[in-house]
């Protein structure tokens, strides 16, 4: 069965420092790898995506992510956090067998 | 488009009641997912359907929960009866493709729900 595991349950930064959250998955067939936000008090909306070219995924507001299929990993960073960046980040996995699994979701509070 | 619609937004009900949830999901989207998210447990995925054709209702937590798909714009998520533990936010969201590998989820804005 294909899982995904957010390390990071609570992250707190301040403004101006850089940001990496992790992610890693089980499944040992082709996958599509996403991460999505949830800001207070709101939806689930995408940040951006992976399924296939360059491993360096670029989505909204500066994130970017980086698919590292040897580690079955797909870590999400930004260089510089700002206050409005304070969500709950989700990762997820889209497997062919039509399935989606998401992370527990890490928590990235960032003081001003 | 309007997006994954959602109602009621917020649901204060008694125990022992029937509750009910709509969602609409975004035309064309063949997959529709419901998930319920605690502080406690985080977001679960409670069932969801390919082609109005339930898939997957492992999540659902009991026979209390009920979830149907009449037709390709209109989902419902019930419980009968509805108990205090089952106050959350419920979310529906829709998704392109059958398969879907490629595409991503809309989320509705949820129905908050609270169980006295």
């Known amino acids: 069965a294909q899982s995904v595991s957010q390390h990071n349950h609570h992250v707190i930064l301040s403004e101006a420092a850089s940001l990496e959250l992790g992610c890693n998955y089980s499944?040992?067939?082709?996958?599509?790898l996403f991460w999505y936000v949830q800001y207070p008090g709101q939806h689930l909306q995408l940040l951006l995506k992976?399924?296939?070219?360059?491993?360096l995924v670029k989505g909204i507001k500066g994130f970017e992510a980086e698919f590292i299929k040897s580690k079955f990993s797909f870590n999400l960073r930004k260089p510089s956090v700002q206050w409005s960046d304070t969500a709950e980040y989700f990762c997820?996995?889209?497997?062919?067998?039509?399935?989606?699994?998401f992370g527990d979701g890490t928590t990235l509070t960032v003081k001003p | 488009d309007a997006g994954v619609i959602q109602s009621p937004r917020h649901e204060v009900t008694e125990m022992g009641q029937e509750v009910t949830l709509r969602c609409k999901p975004i035309?064309?989207?063949?997959?529709l997912f419901w998930y319920r998210q605690t502080m406690m447990r985080g977001l679960e995925l409670l069932i969801y359907?390919?082609?109005?054709?339930?898939?997957?209702d492992s999540g659902m937590p009991e026979d209390r929960f009920s979830a149907k798909m009449p037709n390709a714009s209109f989902s419902t998520l019930k419980i009968q009866p509805s108990e205090p533990r089952d106050s959350a936010v419920y979310f529906c969201?829709?998704?392109?493709?059958?398969?879907?590998?490629?595409?991503?989820?809309?989320f509705g804005p949820g129905t908050r729900l609270t169980v006295t």
């Open positions: 969201a829709s998704r392109r493709g059958v398969g879907g590998m490629m595409y991503e989820q809309y």
């Open positions: 499944y040992g067939g082709t996958v599509n």
């Open positions: 992976y399924f296939s070219g360059d491993p």
């Open positions: 997820a996995v889209n497997t062919n067998a039509g399935k989606s699994t």
């Open positions: 035309s064309g989207h063949n997959s």
């Open positions: 359907f390919n082609n109005n054709v339930p898939i997957d």
